[in-house]
Antibody
Framework: QVQLVESGGGLVKPGGSLRLSCAAS????????MGWIRQAPGKGLEWVSY????????YYADSVKGRFTISRDDAKNSLDLQMNSLRAEDTAVYYC??????????WGQGTLVTVSS | EIVLTQSPATLSLSPGERATLSCRAS??????LGWYQQKPGQAPRLLIY???NRATGIPARFSGSGSGTDFTLTISSLEPEDFAVYYC?????????FGPGTKVDIK
């Protein structure tokens, strides 16, 4: 069965960096686009970034452009999100998700990122 | 950026009742709209894609309709496990955006 497991969340000071990872299993990872979506505490959903197969196409939300970098390692079935220059408004649960037709058909359970001094 | 609005914000119903949720887009998204269900402490689950197609394993009591700017998610007869927050999402233009959600709670 499809499994997505995020890791790397935690508490970081404003201006700091964090790298999230997502371990995928149960499907042919290299055949799918993948994405990161976040949800601030008690708030709605924001699609942060997605990466195509072979990483030929990458998109970012304006709110993270220039600060976040998405990447994938098809040999390791892994998706990463490097987050730099973190701000308080980046505090959220970050979900890794499989993209199918630009919808999100499988999601991980999320990892909490808290940006606070 | 395409803005999605959802109404009502909260829908209070009893098990067995019909739920009708609305999502409106600030510009046409054709049929490129999906619906997700999220329960407390859980990740969202895809219910409907391309306005009216049920995702794998989704019960037939969930149905979607609409095109252009106006869309509806209908739950024909609410089961206890259906009380949750429902989000719409457009995939017509990047950034792909979500609506603010409709909470379906028990009356």
């Amino acid at each position: 069965q499809v499994q997505l497991v995020e890791s790397g969340g935690g508490l970081v000071k404003p201006g700091g960096s964090l790298r999230l990872s997502c371990a995928a299993s149960g499907f042919t990872f290299a055949d799918y686009y993948m994405g990161w979506i976040r949800q601030a505490p008690g708030k709605g959903l924001e699609w942060v970034s997605y990466i195509s197969t072979r990483a030929t196409t990458i998109y970012y939300a304006d709110s993270v452009k220039g600060r976040f970098t998405i990447s994938r390692d098809d040999a390791k079935n892994s998706l990463d999100l490097q987050m730099n220059s973190l701000r308080a408004e980046d505090t959220a649960v970050y979900y890794c998700a499989r993209v199918l037709g630009y919808y999100l058909d499988y999601w991980g359970q999320g990892t909490l990122v808290t940006v606070s001094s | 950026e395409i803005v999605l609005t959802q109404s009502p914000a909260t829908l209070s119903l009893s098990p067995g009742e019909r739920a009708t949720l609305s999502c409106r887009a600030s510009q046409s998204v054709s049929i490129y709209l999906g619906w997700y269900q999220q329960k407390p402490g859980q990740a969202p689950r895809l219910l409907i894609y391309d306005a009216s197609n049920r995702a794998t394993g989704i019960p037939a009591r969930f149905s979607g309709s609409g095109s252009g700017t106006d869309f509806t998610l209908t739950i024909s007869s609410l089961e206890p496990e259906d009380f949750a927050v429902y989000y719409c999402q457009q995939r017509s233009n990047w950034p792909f955006t979500f609506g603010p959600g409709t909470k379906v709670d028990i009356k």
